[in-house]
């Protein structure tokens, strides 16, 4: 699809740790834990915006939009989330992408926040600052082309009827892998993924996605994921979806 496309980026972060996303400030056995936050930049030349606060959504777009244009003519659709980790000194390191849609594109996001260096205010443990994970997720949607909740509703769908009706995991996976690029923070489509990869002998990619939905703050603790990682409630699991 041609890069005329009016482009529509949508961001979201996530704080890697053992805070509410709605709370700045939580109390945990008496330690204070403050996670990093964007400060933003003031206006500069190459970053026109009527407000001289530019906010982590909207600097990422200014830097990565002009450069997508640049360099090609199409664009792969999807989300893009990456984790690292914002240093005391306010430095971001250790890059890694959780979800990926295109090595293009994920280089642009990498490249676009190295240069928030210094544009953050690091994470603290009782006033300490400390080393902490944050991630983004940015999603990549050409205008005029349906929102990616209807199309992930619609393989979500395809991919149930392939895994519980046709007993067909393997073409089930392709409809979640397609889903999963679009929305790879949905936990439905990530509990049938890991099904479909559990029928098909891969027990390590089946964990894998179970053990996300951990760390987005779902799936019921670390002993229901023990429990079907050990493959004991698997039966259940898969009774309860199909009934669904």
């Not at 902490?132 to 209807?150: A, Q, V, Y």
């Not at 098909?200 to 429990?227: Q, T, V, Y």
Request: proline share 4%.
């Amino acid at each position: 699809m041609a890069m005329k496309s009016k482009l529509i980026f949508l961001l979201c972060l996530l704080f890697s740790g053992l805070i509410s996303l709605s709370q700045e400030r939580k109390e945990l056995n008496e330690i204070k834990v403050t996670p990093p936050k964007f400060t933003g930049v003031e206006r500069i030349e190459t970053i026109p915006l009527k407000s001289n606060y530019v906010s982590l959504e909207k600097y990422l777009i200014k830097i990565i939009e002009p450069q997508l244009v640049k360099d090609r003519k199409t664009i792969d659709e999807g989300t893009v989330v990456m984790q690292f980790t914002v240093n005391p000194s306010g430095e971001l390191t250790d890059f890694h992408t959780l979800n990926s849609v295109s090595p293009e594109i994920d280089e642009h996001v990498i490249k676009a926040l190295k240069t928030t260096n210094g544009m953050w205010k690091p994470g603290s443990n009782n006033d300490e600052l400390i080393a902490m994970e944050k991630e983004i997720s940015i999603s990549f949607r050409l205008e005029n082309t349906p929102k990616f909740e209807t199309r992930a509703k619609w393989l979500y769908k395809r991919g149930g009827k392939m895994l519980y009706v046709k007993a067909k995991p393997e073409k089930a996976l392709k409809y979640f892998d397609y889903g999963m690029a679009l929305l790879p923070n949905d936990k439905g489509i990530l509990v049938n993924r890991g099904l479909a990869r559990y029928e098909l002998g891969d027990m390590a990619g089946a964990c894998s996605d179970w053990n996300r939905i951990k760390s987005l703050g779902g799936f019921e603790g670390d002993s229901f994921l023990e429990n079907f990682c050990d493959m004991k409630g698997y039966a259940q699991l898969t009774q309860i979806l199909k009934n669904d």
